[in-house]
């Protein structure tokens, strides 16, 4: 019965012929005329990879997912916009009410950004010239970049701001230690305890001690203790003091250099073959829709006659 129904339709299309070969000529002129140029205008895609480069991870988030962040921040989207005025560009009135969620839409849709297995970062920026998505893709690479920098500034700020808090309380601390054993050092002789006190012993074994090492004994007995404990905390905070002033010059270094963040491994291409449309394939389907359309219409209607 199948091979019946196949034989049958076969025949009734062939003896159609003549008005299949006109809707397939007129679906072939209607996919050109509305594939042309002035009707739907061609896209290019100007692509670019990169990786992170001076990004330390955070947490457990790799230098290549933040890079991907910041690819995809609302603050890119934003300098881009200003940068290349693109409301303008993309003929979206910034009064309307509805502009940022038409512009979100248009820019979605025209930025690609996207991880390799590469664990790089592959961006596509899609436009009708062919020279300003290349423009397009260089300024979203500085700006990003720029973007990047600026928030590890704010960083590097907020860390020296705190490291010259902390060493400003750490030499203030070594300070007063500092002055304690000066007004010892002054006032009870105590200088170097150990060799001070093995001299007094020695001559501690003397009949008459002198005025000076009476005074000395005396004092490395009620001082000693405290002026140990001050020349040991000062040798400790003089050594932190030391770590963090290292610490705080390298910060220092950090937010006064200009790192970059980002390492193109391919350069955005200025792209001289269009994206989109694809007429072929626009042409092969609304020809083949309009033709089995057409064969069901036959069909339906000798099946309506008999």
Same mark, same amino acid.
């Given at each position: 019965?199948?091979?019946?129904? %196949? ?43 990169? +990786?992170? %480069? ?14 991907? $962040?910041? !690819?995809?921040?609302? =603050?890119? @989207? ?5 940068? !290349?005025?693109? !409301? ?7 009064? =309307? ?24 970062? $592959? ?30 500034? $704010? ?16 030499? /203030?601390?070594? =300070? ?5 054993? @000066? ?11 150990? *060799?001070?006190?093995?001299?007094? *012993? ?5 009949? =008459? ?22 020349? *040991? ?11 963090? @002033?290292? %610490? +705080? ?10 790192? /970059? ?28 829709? *309009? ?16």
């Amino acid at each position: 019965m199948d091979n019946i129904n %196949t034989l049958y339709i076969f025949n009734l299309l062939l003896a159609h012929w003549k008005k299949l070969s006109i809707v397939a000529v007129v679906a072939i002129g209607i996919s050109v005329i509305i594939t042309a140029p002035f009707i739907m205008p061609p896209d290019y895609r100007s692509g670019f990879t990169v +990786y992170p %480069t001076n990004l330390i991870p955070f947490g457990k988030e790799s230098g290549v997912e933040q890079l991907f $962040e910041f !690819f995809n921040s609302a =603050d890119t @989207k934003v300098n881009l916009a200003k940068r !290349f005025d693109l !409301f303008k560009h993309y003929y979206i009135d910034p009064a =309307d009410d509805k502009a940022q969620a038409e512009f979100d839409k248009v820019y979605n849709a025209n930025v690609q950004i996207k991880f390799t297995r590469n664990q790089s970062i $592959e961006v596509g920026i899609i436009d009708v010239s062919p020279a300003f998505a290349q423009q397009l893709a260089n300024g979203m690479i500085e700006e990003v970049n720029t973007l990047i920098r600026k928030r590890k500034k $704010e960083k590097y700020n907020e860390v020296v701001d705190l490291y010259s808090r902390q060493l400003k309380a750490k030499r /203030s601390e070594i =300070d007063s230690i500092e002055a304690k054993l @000066k007004f010892m050092r002054i006032n009870y002789g105590l200088l170097d305890i150990k *060799s001070q006190t093995k001299n007094v *012993s020695k001559n501690s074994g003397k009949k =008459d001690l002198n005025q000076t090492d009476k005074e000395l004994l005396a004092n490395l007995k009620e001082h000693s203790g405290e002026f140990t404990i001050l020349q *040991s905390r000062f040798n400790v905070e003089l050594e932190n003091y030391r770590a963090l @002033k290292q %610490t +705080y010059d390298k910060n220092v270094t950090d937010l006064s250099s200009n790192l /970059s963040y980002i390492t193109v491994v391919s350069p955005p291409n200025l792209p001289d073959k269009k994206n989109s449309p694809h007429r072929m394939v626009i042409l092969l389907v609304i020809t083949f829709s *309009s033709l089995l359309f057409t064969a069901f219409v036959i069909v339906l209607r000798d099946q309506s006659t008999k």
